[in-house]
């Protein structure tokens, strides 16, 4: 995750609590989306930006897991996330996603 | 109709400028000097012949095919192509030093200093280049002592020019205190123009087109030159045709991140489509900031760091001929400001939307182009297969739109879909690559239909997050109509009737 998000996150946790913040993944590769489960959760794993060793424990998902799509219009999820739903690796993306949120969400 | 009337790439093997300018490595100098990547890098770049006989490489510039691309085992870096050789129907892969001599050749305010004895040497072979001429050569002055170069290195800031790690040369600052004419600048921005000229000189000959025929330049590379009080003032299109010899040429540069091509492409068919210029040339060069970019992950998986070659194109957008793939403009596909950022949204303002507007289902469109990046590239540093994910929402666009059945997405994918082969350099995948492959197909009667997409992400200048991208629709040439043949219906009446006269005179004479 690249160091002005890590620092726009950190600021917004400040200022609003992380117990009112999710994070909502959409990246394509399941690696990816583990890393930056992992920044928002344990901290950045490259020790490179602001989240290097800060915990923040976010509620982090996929956009395409079960929970998040029950809360989307099915209308605008059909017109926004169908597509990309079909081309995803999802059941990678949801186990990367949901160990990460098991291990560091508070 | 506009046509693409010849194409031209080359690459750059430039594995001193990576290890010393790629912003990857000259961020990392900064911030941690002592790092194990700087420490190991060394021993991850490639030697010239290496990259020569990288597959890739060689479908760049036209020696490989796509199919035979997709036959030879992966890794590639593991499967040297037995007959590699340097130059290829579209250009050529040139080595770092004769690079070098090409970059002082460039240099229109002796900025780039070569060592005397490197700068004979480099000269000696650039004599024997098929397209430069005495004009050029003759740029390459005499060189100057070591320690002069060395001095302007250490003292002045200037930038080292190395081969295997000597300092060969050096680029000096253009200005005192003024950033964008600083030494580092200036490097990019030489190496932009000085890497220009390569496919350019291609391209003229496969369009069989002279210099002088060229009326307009378009340059859409990913660099800006201009000084402090005008950062992107330009004009790199004017700058490159210079040294080409272009004299009735004037141009302009346009840029859209990656983009940025296919915008210049749709520019420069605009401008012939209306009339203004009957041949207008499109060209970008090479990046030196995105060598090694992600060479991180490379070092770290143990790889040879890939992103090693500089990459090139240009191309000849010219007025019909009645030969040439023409490029569609009544239908372009666009992203609009209101379109949304969403892959879903985009794909289908790209993809599907221009495709209906011509009556075509998306399987009609024989191949896409659209992020053409090297997947061994991209794989270890994280981002997947970058044109595989692009055909695979396509292929799910068309099981939306109920052509195909959502278990056929792979052979779609197989059927319509390219092998990812170019250099991530930006705005060198974004599309254009392929333009030579759809070219060549719809010359042979190979296929129809192809479509050209460039994707932009507007975030990195911190201006918006919107999305960018355009896409084109490449098709084959239809022939001239009688009236763009400039004969009429009625001239040809005409003739056959004093044909006919003229036959009947003889006859009463016979």
Partial sequence: ?106 | MPVVKGVGYSLIHAPNILYHNGTTQTSERKKNPQSEYLAKLANHLRSYETALAYAPNQVYIGNIGMDELRSIPRPWYSSPVAKADRFGPYGEIMPEDEFYGLIKIADSFDLVRLEAEFSAAVKAKLARHRYLGNELIKRLSDGKELAQIQKLVDDQGAEGLFIAGRLVGCVRSAHEIDENLSAHVMLENLVTKASSLLPLFYLLTTAGAKPADIDYIIECSEEACGDMNQRGGGNFAKAIGELAGLVNASGSDVRGFCAGPVHAILQAASLVKSGVFKNVAVVGGGSAAKLGMNGKDHVNKNLPVLEDMLGTFALLIAADDGFNPVIRLDVVGKHNIGTGSSPQQVMTALVAEPAAKLNLKLGDIDHFSAEMQNPEITEPAGAGNVPEANYKMIAALAVMAGEIARGEILQFVEKHGLIGFAPTQGHIPSGVPALGYFRDQILAGRAKTCMLIGKGSLFLGRMTNLFDGLSLVIDKNPGLKPAETGISRDAVRQLIAEALRDMAQNLKRG
């Fill in chain 1, 1 to 106: 995750m690249d160091l002005q998000n890590q620092a726009r996150i950190k600021e917004l946790t400040e200022q609003y609590g992380g117990e009112n913040i999710v994070m909502l993944l959409g990246g394509a590769e399941p690696e990816s989306a583990s890393i930056a489960a992992e920044t928002v959760t344990v901290g950045d794993p490259t020790f490179a930006g602001p989240l290097a060793g800060v915990s923040l424990g976010l509620k982090v998902y996929h956009v395409v897991e079960p929970e998040i799509k029950a809360e989307f219009d099915p209308k605008v999820y059909e017109e926004q996330v169908a597509m990309m739903e079909m081309v995803l690796d999802v059941d990678n993306l949801v186990a990367e996603v949901a160990k990460m949120r098991q291990e560091g969400s508070k």
